[in-house]
């Protein structure tokens, strides 16, 4: 699943399809808009404001994402060491962000009118942190190297 935060579509329509177009761009699929189902003050946040916009890949789509996010995406980060082990959560999902969408290649630089942060959560059904690590170690996910 790849979720990409719009918060500042509240104030600007033009944001909102700036943001869809790239995370169709990344992804190759339509995105699915989330709304807030209730006002929260603190966050200044009201019933239905648009949240975020989340893809979920499956099949095909989904081996060529992951095909691209450890080819091309992770070498591209700064000081990339490999993935912490530490993101998996309780149930054998693996979490992690990209802080810069610019990293993906579909994304035109003189578009893109912000910087904005890609999360990514890899969901598998097992049962454990370890068959999951396993699983994804036989994909070719590059973990970092234990002390």
């Known amino acids: 699943m790849v979720n990409y935060r719009v918060g500042e579509a509240r104030e600007s329509q033009e944001s909102l ?3 869809t177009e790239e995370i169709s761009a990344i992804t190759g699929q339509k995105p699915k808009l989330c709304k807030a189902k209730k006002a ?5 946040i009201r019933q239905n404001d648009p949240l975020a916009l989340k893809v979920t890949l499956r099949g095909q ?3 060529d994402f992951v095909e691209k996010l450890f080819n091309l995406i992770l070498p591209r980060l700064r000081d990339f060491k490999g993935m912490p082990l530490n993101a998996f959560d309780d149930a054998g999902n693996y979490n992690l962000t990209i802080k810069d969408q610019t990293l993906f290649p579909e994304i035109n630089l003189d578009k893109a009118n912000k910087i904005r942060s890609v999360q990514i959560t890899i ?3 097992t049962s454990s942190k370890e068959d999951s690590k396993m699983l994804l170690s036989a994909l070719g996910f590059p973990f970092e190297k234990a002390n």
Do not use: D, E, L, P
């Open 17 to 19: 399809t700036s943001a």
């Open 40 to 44: 929260v003050a603190a966050f200044k």
């Open 61 to 63: 789509r989904m081996y």
């Open 123 to 125: 969901k598998i059904n």
